[in-house]
Structure formats: structure tokens, C-alpha cells
């Protein structure tokens, strides 16, 4: 049975670091990974989606990464802002089209 | 291009009721999924419904039944609520069951 664990729970910095929030996975045999954004009591964004076969993903002030040999991904956020302040939640999907496996989230907080 | 829907936004309801959630899927989707994310946890799957059928169904008992309608709108159904199924309730929707998931902004429900 796919784990996906978020570590650390929360994270406070101040404006202007570069972070990094981590996720791991007990079954390396995913079909991809995902990272997303969740503001207080909303939906979820998808902010990346690495295949299995990738290795990372970019966009903006964001890079995913995927090591599945090792179960692990990070979500690498450079510059922070107070708007980055938010839950990121990682998600597991074992096959095309099968339930995503969430990690509980780690919630980071900017302050300017 | 309105996004994935959901209705009502809000919902408090009594133990032992009976409860009903709508989503309106992303323009061009056809498939939906519903999460159910109690506080403080990541998003847990229910069900996912495909061609009007549920397709895949997560670890929740049979008071939680769903339908899908030819427009591809879809409804989750809460029978004999408990306290433990207050949460906010996810709907997901794709092009095709293994595409690319859009949430929608979520149903709050407080049972008490």
C-alpha cells in the first residue's frame, strides 16, 4: 500500500529565502507525481506533474524533482513571497487514471 | 472557461441526516472524482465516475454513493452521517479518467 509522507509540517521563513519542502513514497513503482497548493479552506492548484520517466520539472520560481529509486521528491520554491504562504501537497498516482495517494501537506508561512 | 464547480460551498447538517454535493466539471471533461480531506489531512479518495459509471472506488463504506449525469455532472451522496464525515469534500474532474486533475474549490460540510 502506497505511503506518501510530507516532512516538515510546517515551515516558517522569512521573505526573500529559497526552500525546499520534501516528500517521500513507499512504492517507488509510480506513474507520476504531483505537487500542489491549497489556500485556507479551498480547492487544490496543481502547481507541477513529473512523469516517472522525468526527472524534474520548472516552472517559474519552482522546480519539482523525482528520484524514485530513493521514493522522494522536493519542491524547491526560490525567493519566496508572503503570497507563496500556503499548504503544499504532494501526490502519488500508482497507475494512469488510478486514485492519487495524498501526503498530509506542509504548511509554509512568509513573512515580509 | 469556468473551472470545476461545486455546490453549496457550505453545509451543516445534523448526525444521522442525509446529505447530497454537486460538482460541475471543467468544460470538456468527462470524468469526476471526489476527495474527501478532513482537517489537517491530505485529500482521500472516494470515487470516480467515468461514462456514468463509477469506475474506481476508494476504502469508504456504502453510506457514500455517487451518479453521474449525461451532462457529466455529478453528485456525491452522505447517507446516516456521522461526526466524523465533517470535512471538506473535493471534486475533481479530467479529460478522460487518466488525464490531468482540476479541483473545484470544495464543499465544507459540518455535521453535529
Known amino acids: 500500500k502506497q505511503e506518501v509522507t510530507q516532512i516538515p509540517a510546517a515551515l516558517s521563513v522569512p521573505e526573500g529565502e529559497n526552500l525546499v519542502l520534501n516528500c517521500s513514497f513507499t512504492?517507488?513503482?509510480?506513474?507520476?507525481l504531483q505537487w500542489f497548493r491549497q489556500d485556507p479552506g479551498k480547492g487544490l492548484t496543481s502547481l507541477l506533474l513529473?512523469?516517472?520517466?522525468?526527472r524534474e520539472q520548472t516552472s517559474g520560481r519552482l522546480n519539482a524533482s523525482l528520484d524514485k529509486s530513493s521514493g522522494r521528491s522536493t519542491l524547491y520554491i526560490a525567493a519566496s513571497q508572503p503570497g507563496d504562504s500556503a499548504t503544499y501537497l504532494c501526490?502519488?498516482?500508482?497507475?494512469?487514471?488510478?486514485?492519487?495517494?495524498f501526503g498530509k501537506g506542509t504548511t509554509l508561512s512568509v513573512s515580509s | 472557461d469556468a473551472g470545476v464547480t461545486q455546490s453549496p460551498t457550505h453545509l451543516i447538517k445534523t448526525r444521522g441526516q442525509q446529505v447530497t454535493l454537486r460538482c460541475s466539471p471543467k468544460s470538456g471533461h468527462d470524468t469526476v472524482s471526489w476527495y474527501q480531506q478532513a482537517l489537517g489531512q491530505g485529500p482521500q479518495f472516494i470515487f470516480q465516475?467515468?461514462?456514468?459509471?463509477?469506475?474506481q472506488r476508494g476504502n469508504f463504506p456504502d453510506r457514500f454513493s455517487g451518479h453521474q449525469f449525461p451532462n457529466y455532472s455529478s453528485e456525491l451522496n452522505v447517507n446516516a452521517l456521522l461526526l466524523g464525515d465533517s470535512a471538506l469534500y473535493l471534486c475533481?474532474?479530467?479529460?478522460?479518467?487518466?488525464?490531468?486533475?482540476?479541483f473545484g474549490s470544495g464543499t465544507q460540510l459540518s455535521v453535529l
Open positions: 513529473i512523469q516517472s520517466s522525468q
Open positions: 501526490a502519488a498516482e500508482h497507475q494512469a487514471g488510478t486514485a492519487l495517494i
Open positions: 465516475y467515468y461514462e456514468e459509471e463509477e469506475r
Open positions: 475533481a474532474s479530467s479529460f478522460g479518467y487518466d488525464e490531468k486533475l482540476f
Open positions: 512504492d517507488s513503482a509510480i506513474y507520476n
